[in-house]
């Protein structure tokens, strides 16, 4: 009884499937390059590329942008970092691939991770297909003018006092 349950179930998830390749069948992740050098605050860019070695179109697939912080130093939303993490994808062909290109943003200082991970939209309980992890290392910037307000913090309580000045000269030389 159990086998015959057992085959139906598998019958019947290939005629649901409709023979698509899944995640782990087939599926690779390549990124653009494994190591970003960059400053808080810049913009960069990534280029994943998702490939299908598979024998059979693969569908309902969603690749995923993860953020991680490898020192453990820092705390990383990875919202701040790109604001459009997660990709529905079109349908592979058999051999094919396609390229995601993902715009982020440094917002914490230190080592950085950043990884890509396909799986299927439905959710079945199997590992996803990664791509390389890229190492990001971000510089701290140290400015004196952080986003330009040392003219304002500088210029306001100089104005004010040269208000203050003419004001007492004014008075002093009795003109009202």
Request: proline share 6%; charged share 15%.
């Amino acid at each position: 009884m159990m086998r015959l349950l057992a085959s139906s179930l598998v019958v019947l998830t290939v005629l649901v499937l409709g023979g698509t390749a899944a995640a782990a069948d087939g599926i690779a992740v390549a990124v653009d390059r494994t190591a970003i050098s960059t400053s808080l605050g810049h913009r960069f860019l990534l280029r994943t590329t998702i490939s299908n070695h598979g024998s059979a179109q693969a569908r309902d697939l969603v690749a995923h942008l993860n953020v991680l912080s490898l020192d453990g130093s820092v705390y990383v939303d990875p919202e701040d970092w790109s604001s459009h993490r997660t990709r529905y994808l079109a349908p592979i062909p058999a051999g094919g691939s396609i390229t995601l290109t993902w715009r982020l943003q440094a917002v914490n200082s230190g080592r950085i991770g950043i990884y890509v991970a396909v799986l299927p939209r439905s959710g079945a309980p199997r590992p996803p297909t990664t791509g390389a992890t890229v190492r990001v290392s971000i510089a701290k910037r140290r400015t004196l003018n952080s986003g330009g307000i040392l003219p304002l913090a500088v210029g306001i309580p100089l104005l004010l006092g040269g208000l203050t000045v003419g004001l007492r000269l004014k008075r002093r030389a009795g003109t009202p």
